[in-house]
């Protein structure tokens, strides 16, 4: 065919435009000359100058102007501007342009048109482009077309009625009988078309499905003969013949198999016949084996077609073609559910493309091996796993850190393991760990007292080589300041002990790093150093007291979940520079008072604090209120506001249930700009009184008081303990 | 099948056909974002990869990428066959095709994609078939005018 001399020449203009303001003023003419050719009369140049357009179009310039003249070049009688004609229709209209309506008439004459590649086009447009109106309109004809009309318009009406079933789904009706007379063409291109069209079918109507499952004979018998035949020359591929229409027939024979016994029976042997007899050194042979085995996967095939099938994956793990690699794993994370015990042959295979170059094979394998951890293996897969995370690219690690999570805490073989493997996450990927993880890690320590020795020197030991991670450093800190009383003692069963100095002046420097964040320009920072400076001047007596070793944290409490807005604190409260030093001023603090005492609180753990007012003592706030409505007992308090600062308001209301009990009821509320979210509150009490916090209602404050926090909170006061009021 | 692109290694569009209704704002934007991540990839990675919910199956011609968007059930094996089957009939048309005849002829390379896939499938597995298709249609091209049969039209 003689090429568009005018488009070329246009072309070429364009292409020599050195920048892309010269190129717009290029288009810019071209298009205005397009403009003045269209409005003109037909000049024998008009399909030149809709290509050119088009050209235009796909450089990504507005072309909506040409819509008319493609519905115009579609009438004419000349093949040439008929074909440019739908191809511009096929790029400028969709079905959501008004214009596109405008072609139907065309196309259905086109449709009877005496010339087959007229035909051959107004069928392309219609299946590219054709809204539902236009389909229910046309769905007559192409029937007929289905019905009587050479192979090449058969193939084409197929994949035709393929698309205007899947515009609108009640015409699959309409076509079922001529799908099912066609899978006796012998065109390959008529068979596949038709297995495509019932495959669309029966997947959109269970009742279509069964009539076609009396089809499944005939499938089989294609397939045979395909696999079987000898070379047919045609449609050969690399040894294998239409290895389209194979695949297209096994997924047909997958969806007709599903969940029935006599027809997953009859296409047994035959599965079995292609999964030996496909050459797999080519990806042709192997796109049809992988389309064989997702089928045997999903029907009820017998065992041994089964296993068969997973180890053909097995082959395709150790191919040298990342692709074939890929997949394998893919259909392997299928199964793994239902098959579990075939997959974990390959366990090995699977944790080596751990190590794979390619981060989509790398995905997979960790999805597999995780999915693969169980009690018996799990020492030696979570070797394999936390190396790939020292390993591993940015975008895994959230999700490796996690996994790994998951599978310690349900196979974990021992306390100690399970402490050092979240360790062992933390150096390496502490970044990357999900928030919950701190919280749950003090828990799972505090828990195992007989390991608190061993914990603490060895978070101490982590500390001193890399203060970089937070969650590393948030939980490192807690235990020295809980348990700093064993480091100082020198003595460690498990481990070698640690060496640890006091210091004589360390308060004076604490205190003097308290101060500065004073004048902090973070809220949360200022308030507590404030309190903590308080903490040491007016109330230096009561400090021992107040610092005292946490009691053991119930699981699943959300009461005392870690809150967020200590993240900070942590991070700015230890400025690198002073490094290791730090640590041991912690711990000196600690051994300033000669009695056990709880971390610095500044640390990120749970936190004594209600913040009320900033003169106030840390603890004994709450109850403070709780004593000034003891006085009407059975009569709801009025709600008090306790804390407002920073554009966040608490309030507080109680209910007094009995003469020992009380339920609070904290409101939180936002008039900030911006959403707050891991919002958590905190409350202590003093030791006479027990504190039961409730699930709060949600932990993100909307911003502009859009929607509350509330949580419920029950005291029980069983001694009756007076209490004062100082609000 | 959703869409199929051909983009050059600095990113410009070379074909671009749409099985699905989106609008143009919607396909300039897939178009870049999915360019720019297929041109992220090293050279000796996966064929395939798992963009927004669909998967996207691209190979390298000389200085072309091939890049189709298939669904969720479809064989992403096949869809490398599929686009390997257009590089040959491109070839054969073209002899020995190269980046530009794609560029100056891109009305004809649509022309040839149009015989191969309808709808989003393959409408035709012989190679042979499709070719002789479109030369026969090319030959109908020349033709000056084209005499219609059908009586009711002939006024």
Excluded at chain 1, 428 to 433: E, F, L, N
Excluded at chain 1, 706 to 726: D, E, H, I, R, W
Aim: net charge neutral.
């Amino acid at each position: 065919m003689s090429p568009s001399v005018p488009l070329q020449e246009m072309i070429r203009a364009i292409r020599s435009a050195r920048t892309q303001c010269e190129e717009r003023g290029v288009i810019q003419r071209e298009c205005a000359a397009i403009r003045a050719q269209f409005r003109q009369a037909d000049n024998g140049g008009r399909s030149h100058n809709l290509a050119k357009l088009l050209y235009v179009h796909m450089l990504g310039y507005p072309a909506h102007f040409g819509q008319m003249e493609c519905v115009r070049m579609i009438a004419s009688p000349r093949y040439s501007e008929k074909r440019v004609g739908y191809l511009g229709a096929m790029m400028l209209l969709d079905e959501k342009q008004d214009a596109s309506l405008l072609i139907t008439n065309s196309i259905k004459n086109d449709l009877s048109h005496s010339n087959q590649y007229v035909q051959s086009l107004a069928l392309c447009t219609l299946a590219c482009m054709g809204s539902a109106e236009m389909c229910r309109d046309l769905a007559p004809e192409i029937d007929r077309l289905l019905r009587a009309s050479n192979s090449y318009i058969k193939k084409k009406a197929a994949l035709c009625a393929v698309h205007i079933v899947r515009k609108v789904h009640d015409l699959g009706e309409l076509f079922a009988p001529a799908a099912r007379s066609l899978l006796a063409e012998k065109n390959h291109g008529v068979l596949h078309g038709a297995v495509v069209l019932i495959t669309e079918l029966c997947e959109r109507n269970p009742e279509t499905l069964e009539r076609f499952r009396k089809t499944v004979p005939d499938l089989v018998q294609i397939m045979k003969g395909l696999v079987i035949s000898g070379y047919s020359p045609e449609h050969d591929v690399a040894g294998i013949s239409d290895p389209f229409l194979q695949v297209r027939i096994l997924r047909l024979l997958r969806i007709l198999g599903r969940n029935n016994e006599a027809a997953s029976d009859a296409m047994n042997d035959l599965l079995a016949q292609v999964a030996t007899n496909t050459d797999s050194t080519k990806t042709v042979g192997n796109a049809v084996l992988y389309e064989t085995v997702l089928t045997v996967l999903d029907i009820k095939s017998e065992s041994g077609l089964r296993v068969l099938a997973v180890n053909i994956l097995g082959r395709f793990l150790l191919n040298n073609d990342r692709n074939i690699r890929y997949i394998a794993m893919t259909s392997l994370q299928r199964i793994v559910g239902t098959d579990h015990n075939a997959v974990q042959r390959h366990r090995g295979t699977i944790v080596d493309c751990l190590k794979d170059q390619d981060a989509s094979v790398k995905r997979r394998a960790l999805e597999l091996s995780l999915a693969l951890v169980s009690a018996t293996n799990i020492r030696s897969m979570m070797k394999e796993l936390l190396l790939f995370l020292s390993s591993c690219p940015l975008e895994l690690r959230a999700q490796a850190a996690s996994g790994i999570f998951n599978a310690a805490e349900r196979y974990a073989p021992s306390q100690r393991w399970h402490i050092d493997t979240i360790l062992h996450v933390l150096t390496t990927a502490g970044g990357d760990v999900r928030d919950e993880t701190v919280p749950n890690l003090i828990q799972l320590i505090t828990n195992t007292s007989e390991l608190h020795c061993y914990t603490v020197h060895k978070l101490y030991r982590a500390l001193l080589s890399d203060i970089s991670q937070q969650s590393l450093v948030q939980v490192a800190c807690w235990c020295i300041g809980e348990y700093g009383d064993l480091l100082l003692r020198g003595e460690c069963q498990e481990t070698e002990p640690v060496q640890v100095q006091e210091q004589q002046s360390i308060i004076i420097r604490i205190r003097s790093i308290v101060s500065i964040y004073g004048s902090c320009i973070d809220v949360e920072l200022q308030q507590r150093a404030v309190e903590y400076n308080a903490l040491f001047k007016k109330y230096d007596h009561m400090r021992a007291a107040v610092l005292e070793r946490m009691p053991v944290i119930e699981k699943n409490s959300p009461g005392h979940t870690n809150g967020e807005s200590t993240r900070e604190a942590v991070k700015e409260f230890f400025p690198p520079p002073c490094g290791s030093l730090q640590v041991c001023d912690l711990l000196d603090l600690l051994g300033g008072s000669e009695e056990p005492l709880q971390p610095n609180p500044a640390v990120g753990s749970t936190l004594p604090v209600l913040p009320v007012s900033t003169s106030s003592t840390a603890g004994g706030d709450l109850l403070d209120l709780l004593g000034g409505l003891e006085p009407t007992p059975l009569t709801p308090a009025p709600t008090v506001t306790v804390y407002e600062k920073g554009g966040v308001t608490l309030t507080l209301s109680s209910e007094k249930q009995s003469d020992s009990g009380l339920t609070v009821t904290l409101t939180a509320c936002n008039s900030t700009d911006s959403d707050i979210s891991s919002f958590t509150l905190q409350a202590a009490v003093p030791k006479s009184v027990q504190l039961h916090m409730k699930a709060p209602s949600g932990d993100s404050l909307p911003a502009r008081g859009a929607a509350k926090v509330t949580q419920m909170v029950a005291l029980s006061n069983p001694n009756k303990v007076g209490l004062q009021n100082t609000q | 099948m959703q869409f199929m692109l051909l983009f050059s290694r600095q990113g410009k569009l070379r074909l671009q056909k749409w099985y699905v209704p989106l609008s143009d704002k919607e396909k300039k934007k897939i178009t870049r974002e999915l360019v720019q991540t297929v041109l992220a990839r090293k050279p000796k990675m996966c064929s395939f990869l798992e963009w927004r919910d669909l998967k996207i199956v691209y190979k390298r011609y000389a200085s072309l990428y091939f890049c189709c968007a298939i669904e969720d059930q479809d064989n992403e094996l096949i869809t490398l066959e599929i686009i390997h089957r257009y590089v040959e009939l491109l070839d054969k048309y073209f002899g020995s095709v190269c980046e530009l005849d794609i560029i100056f002829n891109f009305e004809k390379a649509y022309f040839i994609l149009d015989e191969f896939l309808l709808g989003g499938e393959a409408q035709e597995t012989s190679k042979k078939n499709v070719l002789k298709a479109i030369e026969q249609a090319d030959l109908l091209q020349e033709v000056r005018h084209l005499i219609k049969i059908t009586v009711d039209k002939v006024f």
